[in-house]
């Protein structure tokens, strides 16, 4: 994307541009579950900073079984309700814990951009 000129609103950007935010932001992603599509919202950095209080709780999901199963329940609908409101507490109950495990990872993925770091260096 090298001598790129743009154009963003009033003002002209000239120079050399070495990535697109908007065009990162502008992604629409999703994902299916039980025949339905959810689709994954753009998260904000204020609720990057509160859902990484939910963080030590999944953590201490995967290294124990001592958490009660509304616990459990609760801990992933906090965490997925940052990036999806149509991901129900009954949906989150009826997944395995493979599926929560993965849908975890994958939106963690999805966060840091990982999809789109691959898709440029296929590019």
Not at 25 to 32: C, D, E, K, S, T
Not at 83 to 101: F, G, N, P, S, W
Request: aromatic share 8%.
């Amino acid at each position: 994307m090298m001598g790129l000129s743009k154009k963003e609103g009033s003002q002209k950007v000239r120079g050399d541009v070495a990535f697109d935010l908007d065009a990162v932001a502008a992604r629409p992603m999703a994902f299916i579950y039980r025949g339905r599509e959810h689709v994954i919202k753009p998260m904000t950095v204020e609720q990057f900073a509160q859902s990484q209080a939910i963080l030590p709780i999944l953590l201490k999901l995967y290294k124990t079984e001592e958490l009660a199963d509304e616990e459990v329940i609760d801990a992933y609908f906090q965490f997925f309700s940052f990036m999806c409101d149509t991901l129900t507490r009954e949906d989150i109950a009826k997944m395995d814990r493979k599926q929560a495990e993965y849908l975890v990872t994958q939106l963690a993925k999805h966060i840091a951009g990982e999809e789109l770091i691959e898709e440029q260096k296929k590019n």
